[in-house]
C-alpha cells in the first residue's frame, strides 16, 4: 500500500515538472499566449458546465473539438521542432529556457569552422563582467546564429582577428583583444589564440571556445587550463551543464519577482 502511494506521488511529480518546465520553455513566446487563451476558455467551459449553461457549452464543447487541429495547424513548425528535439539531443535540453538555447548555435558554428578549419575564438561571459575586453572590440549587440559567427570568423572579414564575446545571450562584440598567458610550460605547437584563451581564462571565470585554424581541434579554456575537445556534441553537453547553476539562479530570480 505504501509503494503505491510512492508511485502516484511520482507520477504527479514528474507530471507537475513536465507542465512546469514547458511553461518557462514558452515563457515570452506567441504560444504562451496561446496557452493563456486555452486557460481562460477552458475557465469559461467549466464555469458554463457547473452554471448549467447548455447553449453556451455547447458550442464551447464544438470549439474544443475544432480548437485541436486548429492548434496543430498554427504550431506545426513548432510541433515539428519539438519533436526533432527529442530524436536528436538529451530529454533535457528541451526544457532549458529559450535565451539558453544559443549554445546550440554556438556548438553547430563550431562544427562547421572545426570541419572547414575556420579558426575561432569566442569568450562566454560568466559573473565577472567583460566591458573591459568588449571596449577593445566591436561592437556587434546581435543575435547568437550560427551564419553569424561563421561570418565573422571568415578569413575575407576585417573582424575575424581576435575574439567574439557573447553576454546575455547576445554577440556583444567582435575582434576584441585577449591577454595572453605568461605560463612558460605551454606546448610551442599552441598558438595566438589558444594562448589568449588561456590567458582570459586565468583572470576572469568566462568560457573560452577556440577552433584551430591549423587542426581544426576544438579546446575549451576554464580556470587557467586549455581541454582538447573533439567530440562537439559533448562540449554542447559540457556548456549546457556549466550553465546549469546560471539558470537555476535565473529561474529563482524569476520565482523571486513574482
Known amino acids: 500500500m505504501h509503494f503505491n502511494y510512492v508511485i502516484k506521488a511520482a507520477d504527479i511529480f514528474v507530471v507537475y515538472y513536465i507542465i512546469y518546465r514547458l511553461i518557462l520553455l514558452i515563457k515570452g513566446t506567441k504560444a504562451m499566449q496561446v496557452v493563456w487563451g486555452v486557460f481562460v476558455l477552458a475557465l469559461i467551459t467549466?464555469?458554463?458546465?457547473?452554471?448549467?449553461l447548455k447553449a453556451t457549452f455547447w458550442l464551447l464543447q464544438k470549439f474544443?473539438?475544432?480548437?485541436v487541429f486548429l492548434l496543430i495547424v498554427v504550431f506545426q513548425?513548432?510541433?515539428?521542432?519539438?519533436?526533432?528535439?527529442?530524436?536528436?539531443?538529451?530529454?533535457?535540453?528541451?526544457?532549458?529556457?529559450?535565451?539558453?538555447l544559443f549554445i546550440s548555435e554556438l556548438t553547430g558554428a563550431l562544427?562547421?569552422?572545426s570541419a572547414e578549419k575556420?579558426?575561432?575564438l569566442v569568450a562566454l561571459e560568466q559573473d565577472m563582467g567583460l566591458k573591459d575586453i568588449i571596449d577593445t572590440g566591436v561592437s556587434i549587440n546581435g543575435e547568437v546564429s550560427k551564419e553569424l559567427l561563421l561570418t565573422i570568423f571568415h578569413?575575407?572579414?576585417?573582424?575575424?582577428?581576435?575574439?567574439?564575446?557573447?553576454?546575455?545571450?547576445?554577440?556583444?562584440a567582435a575582434a576584441c583583444q585577449l591577454p595572453l598567458t605568461e605560463q612558460k610550460e605551454l606546448s610551442k605547437i599552441l598558438g595566438m589564440r589558444h594562448r589568449s584563451a588561456i590567458g582570459l581564462s586565468e583572470i576572469t571565470d568566462a568560457i573560452i571556445v577556440v577552433v584551430s585554424e591549423e587542426t581544426g581541434m576544438v579546446s575549451l579554456a576554464r580556470n587557467g587550463k586549455l581541454q582538447q575537445r573533439p567530440n562537439i556534441d559533448d562540449l554542447e553537453k559540457t556548456l549546457f551543464d556549466l550553465y546549469k547553476s546560471k539558470i537555476e539562479k535565473t529561474l529563482l530570480r524569476r520565482g523571486q519577482r513574482k
Open 46 to 52: 467549466f464555469s458554463a458546465k457547473a452554471l448549467d
Open 64 to 67: 474544443w473539438f475544432a480548437g
Open 77 to 100: 513548425q513548432e510541433i515539428r521542432n519539438a519533436l526533432a528535439n527529442i530524436g536528436t539531443n538529451p530529454l533535457g535540453r528541451i526544457f532549458i529556457p529559450q535565451e539558453y
Open 111 to 113: 562544427r562547421t569552422a
Open 118 to 120: 575556420i579558426g575561432m
Open 155 to 172: 578569413n575575407n572579414t576585417i573582424l575575424h582577428d581576435g575574439a567574439v564575446v557573447i553576454a546575455n545571450n547576445r554577440v556583444v
